[in-house]
């Protein structure tokens, strides 16, 4: 005898790249909160804290290329939910 699920998997709309980390000013030490986008981009941020430019740098492109994998992982995982309810 077998059953047939039906599965729903909410909340799935899950990308890395839009989690904040805290970053400390080299500067006065202050936090600043950046995306894991922003690292990516490289973007130049002005700390809260003393107001000097912060340039980012996502040495080796390792941010990038951890995002990338984090969301192909998360798209792997909502297909194989999505599989469970056929």
């Not at 430019?53 to 194989?80: F, P, Y």
């Amino acid at each position: 005898m077998s059953f047939k699920l039906n599965v729903s998997f909410k909340g799935s709309d899950f990308d890395i790249a839009q989690r904040t980390i805290d970053l400390k000013c080299p500067q006065c030490q202050a936090a600043n909160s950046v995306t894991l986008s922003q690292v990516q981009s490289e973007e130049t941020i002005t700390c809260v804290g003393c107001k000097k430019k912060i340039r980012l740098i996502d040495k080796d492109k390792s941010v990038a290329k951890t995002v990338s994998k984090v969301n192909e992982a998360m798209g792997d995982l909502k297909k194989a939910v999505e599989d469970l309810g056929r």
